[in-house]
């Protein structure tokens, strides 16, 4: 075991279920004392908890239940996180929802849900973020890392789904912009792009139709999971990366490549 983020502390948002899941998972195993936040303590794809696994398994880990819609939620976690731990090394953005339909056919409300927890919860959670990251020493070249989890979707259409795909592209954007403003104050922020990644939760993207089509759009012979992800935001979270900052990695199985 490399221990690559030992006494690292980090609030991971979206870590009920699937991608975020993954992350907290990874995360552990190396050696980070995490804050697992979501909605919800269910993990959609079945399973114990996340915080209940992790539990079991020894880590240092606590749950708090938030919006990252909600300002008032956001600098809770953070709050949480820095009287549990004293310091936030690292956040990780992964909350997200999609809607799963044209411009035609989506509401006003949902346009409005989907833009608010997976654009608006990223500004309000790096917000908070970095507010206290700049409170804190330089430790290996950083006082905090911000990985955000954006999607190939950000980069070209979403099929049927505008409000995510439009969504994904103000992540990309927003890393970019993070990462410039905040470089000199030895603050880091990039993002992780996934591609097609079978979760095994139930929905839309795991109808046939998608699956068949993400398939044939990606050049390796399978389909990513979720520890893909999970072991390229470990990279960007960990003192590894060095000299990397507003990058938009992509986890895609050459898909964009193609």
């Known amino acids: 075991m490399t221990q690559r983020l030992a006494g690292k502390s980090i609030l991971i948002t979206g870590a009920s279920s699937g ?23 269910e993990v959609r794809e079945g399973g114990i908890a996340t915080i209940d696994l992790l539990t ?3 880590h240092e880990v606590e749950f708090i239940e938030i919006d990252v819609a909600s300002e008032a939620d956001t600098i809770r976690a953070v709050d949480h996180t820095i009287s549990r731990f004293g310091r936030i090394d690292g956040l990780v953005n992964d909350a ?7 411009l035609t056919e989506t509401s006003l409300t949902e346009w409005n849900r989907a833009l608010a927890v997976n654009l608006t919860g990223v500004f309000l959670m790096s917000r908070a973020a970095v507010r206290q990251m700049l409170t804190q020493d330089v430790r290996n070249g950083a006082r905090g890392r911000i990985v955000n989890i954006s999607s190939q979707h950000g980069m070209i259409a979403c099929p049927e789904d505008v409000s995510y795909g439009t969504s994904k592209a103000g992540v990309v954007y927003i890393t970019r912009q993070i990462a410039a403003d905040y470089a000199g104050d030895h603050i880091i922020c990039n993002a992780v792009a996934p591609g097609k990644i079978v979760t095994g939760k139930p929905g839309r993207a795991a109808e046939p139709r998608w699956m068949d ?7 390796m012979p399978r389909l ?33 490549a193609a």
């Open 224 to 256: 990513g999971t979720p520890d893909d992800v999970a072991n390229a935001a470990l990279f960007l979270a960990s003192d590894e990366a060095t000299f990397i900052t507003g990058e938009n990695i992509l986890v895609d199985g050459g898909w964009m």
């Open 56 to 58: 079991a398994e020894g």
């Open 213 to 219: 089509y993400s398939r044939q759009r990606t050049p």
């Open 96 to 102: 997200a929802i999609g809607v799963g339909k044209r």
């Open 19 to 41: 991608i975020g899941r993954a992350i907290a998972r990874r995360f552990a195993t190396e050696g980070a004392r995490l804050v697992l936040a979501d909605i919800t303590r």
